[in-house]
């Protein structure tokens, strides 16, 4: 609720009664009211039926947080949650790009909101080997900062994190009528599915969407000045993702620099698509780009450029944010900055 406000109050969009109708809300997450959950188990294990919250319910569906947001807020459009696992921020920008072409509504506050921090789901993700476990002889052992390192040579499993980004679309005209100023434009979308496996993502499904989205945006991966990849430190996960763009890019590949905002954030789940897509607009708009830190060069990916340890000044206009989730979930976004 909090970051619609505050998206929207950086916009300089207002709700009112002409907007309102016309707003609609979609909030992404991977995993919803989990915490809700074990609170609710341990007060009914501890306290007997009548101790579990009446706020349960409202509390675990997936459209909530939307819903609460316009409570607050007082739009009254179109409420729901995408659930896309770990893409899901980037499935409420495309949807919410299509119902604004569409005409279903003028204005969509879009993003993505994660609080997985719960022993269950920590535990979950260390079973199944999805993240780094740390060992006396590990770097980050000292020094927990260096946990997370994609496309490093030791890297191995993501750092879970909580978040939530909200960016607002908004119909072109609209930016008219309202003399509002774009920061930037969704200029494509892809998105496939892999019939494949829960959770190892799957080559040629997740180079379709990176295709497919160049091509919605009637360019060519020549086009392409910056990726904010998927990165999320996994050994496979990370070498999946660079075989896809070495597959879709070719060699142009080694001229453009790519970056996992996880290097220094974490994993925030249904969340960190939607805060990728804040930081890649914001880099564009700064001539910015943030760095994959903790960066110790693996030769398997020898002549990429993966603005190591250190943020780097670059003007870029065409950048391409990647998400791929479990249940083998794809979806790629392409900015133009403005």
């Known amino acids: 609720m909090a970051v619609c406000k505050e998206a929207i109050e950086n916009s300089g969009f207002h709700i009112t009664k002409e907007t309102g109708p016309k707003t609609a809300c979609l909030i992404g997450s991977a995993i919803n009211g989990t915490d809700s959950f074990r609170i609710a188990m341990e007060?009914?294990?501890?306290?007997?039926?009548?101790?579990?919250?009446?706020?349960l319910l409202p509390n675990l569906c997936a459209n909530l947080p939307s819903g609460k947001a316009g409570m607050l807020l007082g739009f009254t459009g179109p409420v729901f949650s995408p659930q896309g696992a770990c893409a899901s921020g980037n499935h409420a920008v495309a949807i919410g790009s299509r119902m604004i072409r569409d005409g279903d509504c003028d204005f969509v506050l879009a993003g993505g909101v994660e609080m997985p921090i719960i022993p269950e789901i920590i535990h979950g993700f260390a079973n199944m080997n999805a993240t780094i476990k740390i060992h006396?002889?590990?770097r980050a052992h000292d020094n927990p900062s260096m946990a997370s390192r994609p496309f490093s040579i030791d890297r191995k499993g993501f750092v879970v994190?909580?978040?939530?980004?909200v960016i607002v679309l908004a119909a072109e005209e609209s930016l008219k009528t309202y003399g509002f100023r774009a920061k930037a434009e969704v200029l494509g979308i892809g998105w496939t599915s892999d019939a494949h496996h829960f959770t190892r993502p799957?080559?040629?499904?997740?180079?379709?969407?990176?295709?497919?989205?160049?091509?919605d945006a009637g360019l060519k991966p020549n086009d392409v000045e910056y990726i904010n990849a998927h990165g999320t430190s996994t050994t496979?996960?990370?070498?999946?993702?660079?075989?896809?763009?070495?597959?879709?890019?070719?060699d142009r590949l080694k001229h453009i620099p790519i970056s996992s905002n996880k290097s220094q954030i974490g994993h925030s789940l249904g969340a960190t698509a939607a805060i990728e897509n804040a930081l890649t607009i914001e880099g564009m708009?700064?001539?910015?780009?943030?760095?994959?830190?903790?960066?110790?060069?693996?030769?398997?990916?020898?002549?990429?450029?993966?603005?190591?340890?250190?943020?780097?000044?670059?003007?870029?206009?065409?950048?391409?944010?990647?998400?791929?989730?479990?249940?083998?979930?794809?979806?790629?976004?392409?900015?133009?900055?403005?």
């Not at 007060?43 to 706020?55: A, E």
């Not at 040629?204 to 091509?215: F, G, K, P, Q, Y």
């Open 43 to 55: 007060n009914m294990r501890n306290g007997g039926p009548l101790k579990v919250s009446p706020y």
């Open 136 to 138: 006396s002889h590990d």
């Open 161 to 165: 994190s909580e978040g939530a980004a």
């Open 202 to 215: 799957h080559k040629s499904t997740a180079i379709r969407a990176i295709l497919e989205t160049i091509d």
């Open 236 to 250: 496979a996960g990370d070498s999946m993702e660079i075989e896809c763009l070495r597959a879709a890019f070719g």
């Open 285 to 338: 708009q700064r001539g910015l780009l943030l760095p994959t830190i903790n960066y110790i060069p693996d030769p398997a990916f020898d002549g990429l450029d993966f603005v190591a340890n250190k943020a780097r000044k670059h003007r870029h206009e065409i950048a391409l944010s990647n998400a791929f989730g479990f249940g083998g979930t794809n979806c790629c976004v392409l900015f133009r900055g403005v």
